[in-house]
């Protein structure tokens, strides 16, 4: 079985101008296995040049860093994933699965992506799919003992790092305090 499908209906007008035909991704790629990186860089690559692009980053005064964040460019967890290859340890802190995701979730996401409807080609709600959120507002009412408002209680975010970000960002001052258990 060929392992690439064809490309949701909004890339292949994306990429072809028609919105009849999708085309595989070797088809748009020339290329047998493309990584996605390598076909976001082929596509952008069509919009920007790398120079263009470099040259704006280096002169432009108009997007500086937020005097808020200035000093946080540097995360101290690449730090600590770069020793851990180095040292050949386990990394327990990140999603590093060394295990392959089960054949049913494998064939679910290739189902969505293959899918020709038009629903799951489409960002979702911002703060979470409601089918989810409604999951989690049914799981959670028991154990905290009230009715929870899927939409309007329960945030859906990236992960640890971006919701506490987010969490911090949004509701401390300069000059709280704030304790961190």
Not at 46 to 51: E, L
Request: charged content about 20%.
């Amino acid at each position: 079985m060929h392992a690439v499908c064809n490309v949701s209906t909004r890339l292949g007008r994306f990429c072809t101008g028609t919105a009849s035909k999708l085309l595989p991704l070797t088809s748009l790629t020339g290329l047998r296995k493309q990584t996605f990186d390598g076909l976001v860089q082929r596509i952008c690559s069509s919009f920007f040049s790398t120079s263009t692009v470099r040259e704006k980053k280096m002169t432009s005064k108009k997007f500086e860093i937020a005097k808020r964040i200035q000093g946080t460019e540097k995360n101290v967890w690449v730090d600590i994933s770069k020793l851990a290859v180095q040292q050949k340890s386990v990394n327990l802190g990140q999603g590093f699965p060394d295990f392959m995701a089960p054949e049913h979730v494998v064939q679910c996401l290739k189902d969505a992506v293959c899918s020709d409807t038009p629903g799951v080609h489409q960002y979702t709600r911002s703060f979470g799919h409601p089918r989810l959120v409604n999951a989690l507002a049914q799981l959670y009412e028991p154990i905290f003992g009230r009715q929870i408002d899927p939409m309007t209680e329960i945030l859906i975010s990236i992960g640890g790092y971006g919701s506490l970000f987010s969490i911090i960002q949004g509701l401390v001052n300069p000059g709280d305090e704030v304790i961190i258990v």
